[in-house]
């Protein structure tokens, strides 16, 4: 626990100007974000006499070692570096909404030449238009059910979408009059557009125009005695009212608002947000916070604005805010939703008629979240709690281990050998500080072994030795050690794979290794255990504890023992270790999938200089395969549009190098059989379909710790020989 007189700084050192600031603690991590009108004043007021702090402050100022500040020309200014700088940083004691939920919209993507409907999950894409959120995805879908009769836009996959347009014939919503068929031609892209256009604008609240269109269509029709199309107008009518009625009118002057309320105690608060949308309710949505930091309600509904509008632009800030209570000062924050939306935003507390009682409504609903939440927690609190007490005790641990990381090896009878990490704060899974390795056989500058075969006792030594050099490293760079390595030398160099490359200097990223565990786990027997705790030994870290779960008869090994702990099958401890190895396992059989999907779609000619992908492309469809291109001469290669006599030598000569590919081997019988590219491409195939996979037949994936896309629903039960 760290003295704030240590680092507070000198007088006159704080500029009295509006700003931001940083707290860091002894590990440079940033654990709170503040803004100022006066940073001199708010700083202040941090370093008086502990005894008159606020506990959760006191927690902050004495977890912490460091504090610096950012000058700003205002205080919206201020308000937008504090908003960017927590989304970057996620300080610990700052407020922090978490939805209860993954919230499901209606999203019309207008950023496609054939724009289409369906429910969208997760973060906005820019270009499409979104509708909601909804409290369930099947309320959406019976919403589009009843508006395809009149608005027939698509709402198939891309790949559906091609298939239709390869063979001809449209899906079933074409052939039953849901859908426009644009596959097939039966409309134009522009025409097309339109009834996309027309979707939106019903669902933005702009009904009552059209349905009157609708009616003085229905009724010329009548007139001029078309009597079906007068009764498919008037069905029409009655499914664009039926879809109205879902969402009843609570404000009659078709007001655009966005309504937020606010429910606390003193440790927690939960914010819901009724999105009232031409009068209607056209969605809803809640948060729960921990109050981590003394805080008003005022500054509730701030964080929760900048939560809620931080990520929008135009019509997604509505003209009217209500909340319970106003900001303190309001005028920034009223600018900064003025600049989000590009008019004004009128923010204020109602007082009277149809918006005080929706208000009311909206409290309600914000207060039975906060019931049922604390409900949930209580046990779920109480269990997080008591399990890392029985992995504390069962592993003679001083205190409970609020980290913990866990690693494990993958790979497929020894190739693409691949390592995970991933990491457990306070019982939950921090996915944000997951990382994942490629296993090179080298530690330093030192070649250890060749990185081929099954060994995953050498790789888990590797892993370790590279995971806890960078965090020495990087507690040297920070002057915490005297010690480690000479000054000036790269410590990202001697990673290789993802985690290699530069440091980042103190501009307040969160470094990747900077932080240690108080568990190391490992998914193993004693062997792993052993080859870990070696690593440790080796790189003279004795202050982390060491342990491994073998998979089998899920016994918990550690650092010299013969013998193994046995937690009872009952232990909340044991169920925590499990979690924490089978997502670890996981993650590390995701990577090794991604990387062997990538090996196997390799072909000889990615290394032709100057050949791109579609002259490859070119060659295979005009030859067949790599084989008979390989028999080809260079005046037949020539023949392939786009193929020069200089591109076609240097294309017969990388295939005259090029090895031959091996024989495939039947793994059952041991015959022989001549591996062919339809072989090869057979296999692509199945490697392909390895992936999990939409109802729509495309894959479902998502964004993992390097930014890079991994496969969602991976199973984890081992399969075959993958470790």
Known sequence: MADPSSYRPQPGQIPDSPGVYKFRDEHRRVIYVGKAKSLRQRL????????????????????AASVEWTVVSTEVEALQLEYSW??????????????????????????????????????????????????HAWAIRDTVDLLLRVFPVRTCSAGVFKNAARTGRPCLLGYIGKCSAPCVGRVSAEEHRDLADEFSDFMAG????????????????????????????????EALRKAMEKSAVVLA?????????????????????????????????????????????GALVEHALQQLYGEEKGDSVPKEVLVPALPDPLEPVQEWLAERRGSGVSLR?????????????????????????????????????RALEEIAEALGLDSAPLRIECYDISHLQGDDVVASM????????????????????????????????????????????????????????????????????????ELGGELGGELKDDDGRPKRFAYPPQLVVVDGGQPQVAAAQRALDELGIDDIAVCGLAKRLEEVWVPGEDDPVILPRTSEGLYLLQRVRDEAHRFAITYQR????????????????????????????????????????IDQIREVPGIGLKTAETIAVALAQAAPAAPAVNMATGEIIGYTDETQETEEAADTADTAHTQDGEPETREGSSGEPVTAGAPDERRGQET
Do not use: C
């Open 349 to 385: 507390i109602p007082q009277r008629g149809d918006k005080k009682a929706l208000m009311e409504t909206v409290q309600r609903n914000a207060q039975q979240s906060l019931v049922l939440h604390k409900t949930k927690r209580a046990s779920d609190l109480t269990t997080r709690s």
């Open 422 to 493: 991933v990491v457990f704060e306070d019982g939950l899974q921090r996915k944000s500080e997951y990382r994942r390795f490629q296993i090179k056989g080298r530690v330093g500058d030192t070649q250890v072994w060749h990185g081929e075969g099954q060994d995953d006792v050498r790789s888990m030594h590797e892993v370790i030795s590279r995971r806890f050099r960078r965090y020495i490293a990087e507690k040297e760079k920070t002057g915490e050690w005297a010690d480690g390595q000479e000054p000036g030398q790269d410590p990202g160099q």
């Open 594 to 633: 991604v990387k062997r999907a990538k090996r196997f779609r390799t072909s000889v000619l990615d290394d032709v200089p100057g050949l791109g992908e579609s002259r490859k492309q070119a060659l295979i469809k005009h030859f067949g395969s790599v084989k008979k291109l390989r028999s080809a001469t």
């Open 206 to 237: 702009r009904t009552g125009t059209y349905i009157r269109r609708l009616e003085q269509r229905m009724t010329e029709a009548a007139e001029e005695m078309e009597y079906e199309r007068a009764a498919r107008l008037r069905d029409d009518i």
């Open 253 to 297: 002057d078709a007001t655009d608002a966005d309504l937020i309320a606010v429910a606390e105690d003193e440790l927690e608060a939960a914010v819901q947000i009724f999105h009232v949308r031409g009068g209607r309710v056209r969605g809803q949505r809640g948060w729960v916070t921990d109050k981590v930091e003394e805080i008003t309600t």
């Open 86 to 135: 927590i989304k970057e940083f996620d300080p610990r004691f700052n407020v922090k909404y978490r939805d209860d939920k993954s919230y499901p919209y209606l999203a019309v993507t207008m950023n496609e030449e054939y724009p289409r409907v369906q429910v969208m999950r997760g973060q906005k894409r820019k270009g499409v238009r979104y509708f909601g959120p909804y409290g």
């Open 44 to 63: 202040a007021n941090y370093f008086q006499d502990l005894a008159g702090l606020h506990p959760r402050t006191r927690s902050m100022v004495t977890t």
